[in-house]
């Protein structure tokens, strides 16, 4: 079982061409590098056998319908330059639709990382990238397929917030933590402007970045208490903080039981959650309501939920959504 990347895409080819190179390096370095980076990728079994692990299965690309499309001129890939590995050329290449860009340089790096495939499949999908919500919503169903759509243990995704605008990045981001399907979140720095016309890593020491996925599967870090509260003003919609203290010390008397009085729980914990937005407390009356963060969440949270729900029910894979929606399209590539 191979990795899946999901990355964002704007006009810079090198955001995608980039980190495989890099992966391909390692992968090359097995014995010296690689084993220790790809060391959570695969299966314990393959691990164990000390199999190679970490090799590409696909690539999932999000990115608006004028650089798919590439009919217009202005949505070309940017000019780049087909460096040398762990160095910095100048000599730019010309412009040139981005598929076809891409489809070119894919052949030479991905086939190093391919684990013996003689083809790629390129999984296409078409974003707004002024429209978050409706871009996560995509992003999620991809997530959903390729976690839950197989019915079995679901696909090692990795996701690359290197490319593309903010819209599809918050996206990619917000999905690897709501959904704690997505074992890697990474990006690449270029050192420089002429570093970030390269398609391939320009300097082994600095240019991968690993980021922590903060996964929701323990939501935001919330404690049961929190979660309790937040339930209690759900179902009540307002309460005084002096009443939500009681209730809480009779009904769920361990949740509050580091709090010596109302004023204690207050300062403690009602203020915390209401800096963050979680809830708000009026000033004169201490009345608590659900907080316009929490509310926000919880939309975001609901469609991770509802399409996760139905991948699993339906067992939607990535191909199955590609052949259902139209805004994703499914491109092969030979690679040997």
Not at 272 to 292: H, N, P, W
Request: aromatic share 8%; glycine share 6%; charged share 30%.
């Amino acid at each position: 079982m191979g990795v899946y990347h999901l990355m964002g895409l704007g006009l810079s080819p090198g955001a995608i061409t980039g980190p495989i190179s890099y992966l391909a390096e390692m992968y090359k370095n097995w014995d010296k590098e690689g084993q220790y980076f790809f060391s959570r990728s695969g299966e314990e079994d393959q691990r164990k056998e000390g199999d190679k692990v970490g090799d590409i299965q696909a690539i999932v690309l999000f990115a608006t319908k004028e650089v798919i499309d590439g009919q217009d001129k202005k949505f070309y890939a940017d000019k780049y330059v087909k460096n040398r590995p762990n160095q910095i050329d100048t000599r730019e290449e010309k412009s040139k639709p981005m598929k076809e860009v891409l489809e070119s340089l894919l052949k030479e790096e991905w086939s190093n990382i391919s684990g013996g495939r003689d083809k790629g499949c390129i999984f296409w999908c078409e974003v707004d990238r002024r429209d978050i919500e409706k871009t996560f919503k995509r992003v999620a169903q991809v997530v959903a397929s390729l976690a839950k759509g197989t019915g079995e243990q679901g696909k090692e995704i990795w996701l690359n917030l290197t490319g593309g605008n903010n819209v599809i990045n918050f996206a990619l981001e917000l999905a690897a933590n709501l959904s704690g399907e997505v074992a890697r979140l990474y990006y690449v720095q270029a050192a420089n402007e002429n570093a970030e016309k390269c398609v391939r890593y320009t300097n082994k020491e600095s240019y991968w970045v690993e980021l922590p996925v903060m996964s929701l599967v323990i939501p935001l870090a919330i404690s049961d208490l929190n979660h309790e509260i937040l339930n209690i003003l759900n179902i009540q919609k307002a309460i005084q903080d002096k009443q939500l203290y009681s209730r809480l010390k009779s009904q769920h008397k361990h949740l509050v039981q580091d709090f010596n009085s109302p004023e204690d729980f207050k300062d403690k914990c009602l203020r915390s959650m209401k800096k963050i937005g979680f809830i708000s407390v009026e000033k004169d009356t201490g009345i608590c309501r659900v907080g316009s963060q929490w509310k926000l969440i919880q939309q975001y949270e609901q469609i991770m939920k509802e399409v996760i729900d139905k991948a699993e029910r339906k067992k939607l894979t990535i191909e199955k959504l590609a052949e259902q929606e139209d805004w994703i399209t499914m491109q092969e590539i030979q690679l040997k």
